[in-house]
């Protein structure tokens, strides 16, 4: 059984930044940021193999988001940076070993099994 637990959410400015940080039990090879606001279909943010160390990062959010392992805190972080009010969602991190779960598929929130229970940011203008 994996448990994932999300931290560091919270409000902040537009042009703000934020780090996310994704504290699991048990490991699994394929690690990912997803977020969701309501009555929207949840969207994969970005998406780290523990194992290559290759990542993705979606085209909305590319050169503002980085995601990284942070070997000395066992922990998957989301750096996200020049914030803007369209990136308020709540962000949740997911965890799985299956190879659906990169590639072309990193990015669709089905084919992950393992979720934490999500931590909200706000962002105003």
């Known amino acids: 059984q994996v448990q994932l637990v999300e931290s560091g959410g919270g409000s902040v400015q537009a042009e703000g930044s934020l780090r996310l940080s994704c504290a699991g039990s048990?490991?699994?090879?394929?690690m990912a940021w997803f977020r969701q606001v309501p009555g929207k279909e949840r969207e994969g943010v970005a998406h780290?193999?523990?194992?290559?160390?290759?990542?993705y990062v979606a085209d909305s959010v590319k050169d503002r988001f980085t995601i990284f392992r942070d070997n000395a805190q066992n922990t998957v972080v989301l750096h996200m940076d020049s914030l803007k009010p369209e990136d308020t969602a709540m962000y949740y991190c997911?965890?799985?070993?299956?190879?659906?779960?990169?590639?072309?598929?990193?990015?669709?929130?089905?084919?992950?099994?393992?979720w934490g229970q999500g931590t909200q940011v706000t962002v105003s203008s």
């Open positions: 048990g490991s699994r090879r394929f």
């Open positions: 780290i193999d523990i194992v290559s160390g290759g990542t």
């Open positions: 997911a965890a799985d070993s299956s190879r659906w779960c990169s590639g072309g598929y990193w990015s669709d929130p089905r084919v992950f099994a393992y």
